[in-house]
């Protein structure tokens, strides 16, 4: 079975600092994507990365980049110089071929940017 | 180009009472996705449709019902609301199900069951 791990409930962080967000997952199925979920209190999903398991380089978007360890099944999630706008709950989610062509997605971390 | 939009936005149920959710999509997607979210946890699979006139089970859609006439439109249906179906609904949709497409959210529906 796909399943996603996220371990830090909550995390807090000073303006300007860099973050990591910590993302591991568990799947057999050679293909398939990890993707990171931004959700403010607004409650909106919002698409911040994609990794793909075949991509050969580490994805990178803006502020956002994610750190691909494939052996270690980790995607982790880096935010460089946080902002305040940055709070919000971050979700890990993978999607493979196979089954139910569905997201996993992980609980979870909600990140503080402290000023 | 509204991307998916969901109605209602809340909703207050009495238990026994029926609903339908809509979801709409102007992106021309094959793929819909209907997920819920409780609190402090990530987002689970309901039904999803790979196409107009297609629907499959997700991960935990006992006590819904989809349907999926037009490419456009993905309905969720609640025939006996229960407690249990306290949630935030959301509707996601994408151009196809290969492991790279963006799945795109609705706005989301706060259901409330009593």
């Known amino acids: 079975a796909q399943k996603i791990t996220q371990t830090q409930p909550g995390m807090f962080v000073q303006e300007k600092e860099a973050v990591t967000l910590d993302c591991t997952y568990d799947t057999s199925d050679p293909s398939y994507g990890l993707f990171w979920y931004k959700q403010p209190s607004s409650g909106e999903m919002i698409f911040l990365i994609y990794?793909?398991?075949?991509?050969?380089q580490n994805a990178t978007e803006g502020r956002y980049s994610l750190n691909f360890q494939k052996a270690r099944k980790s995607a982790n999630l880096v935010i460089s110089a946080s902002q305040l706008g940055d709070s919000a709950m971050y979700f890990c989610?993978?999607?493979?071929?196979?089954?139910?062509?569905?997201?996993?997605f992980g609980q979870g971390t909600r990140l503080t940017i402290n000023p | 180009n509204a991307g998916v939009t969901q109605t209602p936005k809340f909703r207050v149920l009495k238990t026994g009472q029926s609903m339908t959710l809509l979801c709409a999509q102007d992106m021309n997607h094959e793929y819909m996705y209907w997920y819920r979210q409780d609190p402090g946890m990530g987002l689970r699979l309901i039904h999803y449709s790979v196409g107009e006139g297609t629907t499959a089970k997700g991960e935990v859609p006992d006590g819904y019902n989809v349907s999926r006439l037009k490419k456009q439109n993905f309905l969720l249906g609640l025939e006996s609301a229960a407690p249990s179906q306290t949630s935030v609904y959301f509707c996601a949709s994408s151009y196809g199900g290969s492991s790279y497409n963006e799945q795109f959210f609705g706005p989301g529906t706060r259901l409330t069951v009593l």
């Open positions: 990794q793909g398991s075949y991509d050969q």
């Open positions: 989610a993978m999607r493979i071929i196979q089954g139910a062509q569905k997201l996993v």
